[in-house]
């Protein structure tokens, strides 16, 4: 739950933004946009000499990312389903679709609910080509970007989708994208190691310990089959194939299956 004695602020230098003229529609329409799993545009300033703030609500529990109580199976849920709503709603809810461009576990907040905030949708689309590639090529390196993106004028739905499969991944296993130490046989890209875990039929290693924690035997055994079709779930979102992806809908609706 944000508070209003907070604010988080979002400075954009002058030398990675479009010119104000092309900012001032895209940010009109990014302030005119409200949903309940979405950060919402508070404020926009832009001052003398081209700098620009953008100023969204706080939330107590701050980024997704590094977050060590995000692992267990309700609150795994509760994440999944409230970016899943988000993104369908940016996708399919409103007249032109909104691309994120840049979905990480760093970009979605939470409030002391656990309740997530999807950042910096469309955030792309103010900065001029070069920052724009300087904010693929740190997707890239974080492990989020989709294969087949080239440029980030040219992200996606599907390339979305990618993002939010690896995502669900770090929730699953608690481990980042990337492992920047593998071990000599093992892979560094997350989907990969899954993918070898699968077919070694070694998949439940990977899952993080706090998954099951503190429920019942009963509960437990309809936790493991909800955690092992999440993680089909995500796989299939983190296909390298963007035709093969399922889209924001598709998700939403084998989520919602999930909880029932």
């Not at 100023?55 to 970016?83: C, D, M, Q, T």
Request: glycine share 6%.
């Amino acid at each position: 739950m944000s508070t209003n004695s907070l604010a988080l602020l979002r400075f954009l230098r002058p030398a990675c933004t479009l010119r104000m003229k092309e900012v001032i529609p895209i940010i009109e329409f990014s302030g005119s946009i409200w949903h309940p799993c979405l950060v919402p545009l508070c404020a926009f300033y832009a001052g003398p000499r081209g700098e620009k703030l953008m100023v969204h609500p706080f939330y107590r529990l701050g980024k997704l990312y590094g977050n060590g109580e995000a692992h267990r199976w309700p609150i795994i849920y509760r994440i999944s389903i409230g970016i899943a709503k988000a993104l369908t709603y940016l996708h399919l809810g409103l007249e032109k679709p909104i691309i994120h461009g840049n979905l990480k576990s760093k970009n979605i907040l939470l409030d002391r609910h656990y309740q997530p905030y999807l950042s910096d949708f469309g955030l792309h689309l103010l900065l001029n080509p070069t920052a724009g590639q300087q904010m693929l090529e740190a997707s890239e390196a974080e492990g989020y970007k989709a294969p087949e993106l080239i440029k980030m004028k040219d992200a996606s739905e599907e390339s979305d989708v990618f993002s939010f499969g690896i995502i669900l991944l770090e929730l699953l296993t608690g481990k980042e994208p990337i492992d920047e130490n593998p071990t000599p046989d093992q892979d560094y890209h997350l989907p990969n190691v899954i993918r070898a875990a699968i077919l070694d039929d070694q998949i439940t290693e990977l899952y993080h310990p706090d998954i099951i924690l503190s429920q019942s035997k009963d509960q437990r055994a309809v936790t493991k089959d909800r955690v092992l079709r999440l993680f089909q779930l995500s796989m299939a979102c983190c296909s390298p194939s963007p035709s093969l992806r399922p889209d924001a809908k598709q998700i939403l609706s084998k989520l919602e299956e999930l909880g029932k």
